[in-house]
């Protein structure tokens, strides 16, 4: 069965090359930090098996929302549509992280409350690492209980500048 045809654009930043990978609608797929393009392609053929992708210019809406994010408009992703992938609970997971406001930081257990499963932390912290849309499903708005960073695929140091750059404090808020 053939997936959908995929544009891969890559989109300068602050803190290095984005890849995108999009839909002809605008759709995102996949946004990542460049330099791991092989995890991005992993979780693209994970969820949309059999896609095609070639390069292309990335969909205006994408080029232009990013931009603003990076400009200072901390609302300029929210309004970006993603393409539905993952299993039911990784969508539930990549969901509650966009209801993560700009500025905030959630621990990993506040996340596994805020989907009904406070018990879960571990797979939250699976499905928010599963994340194929980093940025706009706000991953790195998630830190360690204890306030530290915690991970990220795109390393701590970009972590820690995004929450910076949101105006975050490293207080995780109250559940």
Not at 21 to 36: K, V
Not at 53 to 74: I, M, R
Request: proline share 6%.
């Amino acid at each position: 069965m053939a997936g959908p045809e995929l544009i891969r654009a890559v989109l300068p930043s602050p803190l290095g090359d984005l890849v995108v990978i999009a839909d002809a609608g605008g759709g995102l797929h996949g946004l990542d930090f460049a330099g791991d393009d092989g995890r991005l392609d992993r979780l693209v053929a994970r969820y949309w098996p059999g896609a095609r992708v070639k390069a292309g210019e990335a969909p205006a809406a994408v080029a232009s929302a990013l931009s603003a994010y990076f400009a200072g408009d901390l609302q300029a992703l929210d309004s970006l549509e993603v393409a539905e992938g993952g299993t039911a609970f990784q969508r539930q997971v990549w969901a509650a992280l966009r209801r993560i406001p700009a500025g905030a930081a959630w621990s990993y257990a506040d996340l596994a409350r805020e989907v009904g499963r406070p018990a879960a932390v571990r797979a939250v912290g699976q499905a928010n690492g599963a994340n194929p849309v980093g940025l706009v499903q706000p991953c790195h708005r998630v830190v360690a209980s204890g306030g530290g960073l915690g991970g990220y695929a795109g390393g701590l140091e970009r972590k820690s500048w995004l929450l910076a750059h949101e105006g975050a404090g490293l207080q995780v808020h109250p559940a």
